[in-house]
């Protein structure tokens, strides 16, 4: 009866191998490729045009040479205008920011939306500022490890970052 069993429990599972390796060597809905000239406006999926680069605009580019050793990176991070991302309207500046200084950061663990900021305002002695709190004319209103967003009453974001996390 034993060996009845273990014969039955083989053929199940040499068919499920064989099933698979089918299943795994066989090719479903391959399509053919077909070659599609420079002229043809088929119906096919439209491909993204590419403009081609003159030569005097390819020269132009390498005389910047952006790997200059004396070339430096500029003071604020550039915005496209038109870009609706998380980061429009957003300035993310260095150290300082005119009037605040962020001394450091807590974030609440599992990111509820907790934490503080430790700034100070115009060179005064540093305080714990809570989301939501005002340090002179800024509103914190984000905080993130090693960085505070502060809101100007003309509803400007700025981002300020500090020097170093860590010391």
């Known amino acids: 009866m034993r060996v009845r069993i273990a014969f039955a429990a083989l053929g199940t599972a040499a068919a499920l191998l064989a099933w698979s390796l089918w299943r795994a060597l066989r090719m479903e809905d391959v399509r053919p490729v077909v070659a599609v000239s420079a002229g043809d406006t088929g119906s096919g999926p439209d491909l993204p045009v590419r403009e081609t680069y003159s030569v005097e605009r390819v020269l132009a580019a390498v005389g910047k040479d952006p790997f200059h050793p004396e070339r430096r990176r500029p003071a604020l991070r550039y915005h496209l205008t038109s870009d609706g991302g998380p980061g429009a309207g957003r300035i993310i500046a260095p150290q300082p ?60 974001t700025v981002i300020v970052r500090i020097a170093k996390v860590g010391t």
Not at 113 to 118: E, S, V, W
Not at 142 to 148: D, L, M, R
């Open 97 to 156: 920011v005119p009037g605040v200084r962020v001394v450091g950061t807590a974030v609440a663990a599992g990111g509820g939306g907790g934490g503080f900021a430790m700034c100070a305002w115009a060179g005064g002695s540093p305080r714990i500022v809570r989301i939501g709190e005002r340090v002179g004319d800024w509103t914190l209103s984000k905080v993130t490890p090693g960085a505070a967003e502060f809101t100007a009453p003309t509803g400007a």
